[in-house]
């Protein structure tokens, strides 16, 4: 499995709701990421998670918290979003050795819209 | 942090070659990329250089002068699916920490 699977593939949601974005990966990678790509604008470093604990946090508002359950999963919550805050939001992951060691590897992306 | 830039858009023709420039200021390098994405599709890996000099991995090649902060990605025998944008990224010296620039679209004309 080289995949990185991410569901769900659309989520459309109010700005009073609470909603997860969801990520997962077969592929032993450890260091797993949540990016955030606007149209026609490149992706955004949001969270990476290595071994399971965050180790980088990009001044994320706390309406985002991730969350890395095992080395397998990796959730994005949700909570009083705004419209702007609409969005593709990729997840990807790492490999931990040559050759694979310095390339992510991308989920298809959550593409959330907040109304 | 990074400064990362490259064109925004580039058109060619079937069969031809196109170079899209990159060129990028960092606190710190180790090592960069380029991803292609179709629109409303993930990024997937295209190349990486981490040492001067030329990568080539069959129509696709890439080029790094780590003391000028310049990579070029040369695409060759254009194709219609090579249609897409290309971006462009640079790894810092925290090894888990990837910044992408903005992106070139490429399009590919018959």
């Known amino acids: 499995d080289t995949e990185v699977t991410q569901t769900p593939k659309h989520l459309v949601m109010g700005m009073t709701n609470k909603k997860s974005l969801k990520c997962e990966q077969h592929m032993g990678h450890r260091a797993m990421y949540w990016y955030k790509q606007k149209a026609k604008k490149p992706p955004e470093l949001m969270f990476v998670y290595s071994y399971e604990k965050l180790s980088i946090n990009e001044s994320v508002p706390s309406r985002f918290s991730p969350e890395c359950p095992n080395s397998s999963l990796l959730n994005l919550h949700l909570h009083a979003l705004q419209p702007e805050d609409s969005a593709l939001y990729l997840c990807a992951s790492k490999g931990n050795s040559e050759p694979g060691a310095n390339v992510l590897t991308f989920g298809a992306g959550s593409r959330l819209t907040v109304l | 942090g990074q400064n990362i830039d490259q064109p925004t858009e580039m058109t060619a023709t079937e069969g031809a070659i196109v170079q899209i420039n990159c060129t990028y200021q960092t606190s710190g390098f180790n090592g960069l990329f380029w991803y292609q994405q179709h629109a409303g599709e993930a990024p997937t890996f295209l190349s990486y250089?981490?040492?001067?000099g030329l990568e080539e991995k069959g129509r696709f090649s890439s080029f790094l002068s780590r003391s000028k902060g310049y990579s070029y990605l040369l695409l060759k025998e254009l194709q219609m699916k090579d249609s897409a944008s290309y971006l462009c990224?640079?790894?810092?010296?925290?090894?888990?920490?990837?910044?992408f620039g903005a992106g070139t679209t490429v399009t590919v004309r018959a």
């Open positions: 250089n981490v040492l001067d």
């Open positions: 990224a640079v790894r810092d010296r925290n090894d888990y920490k990837l910044s």
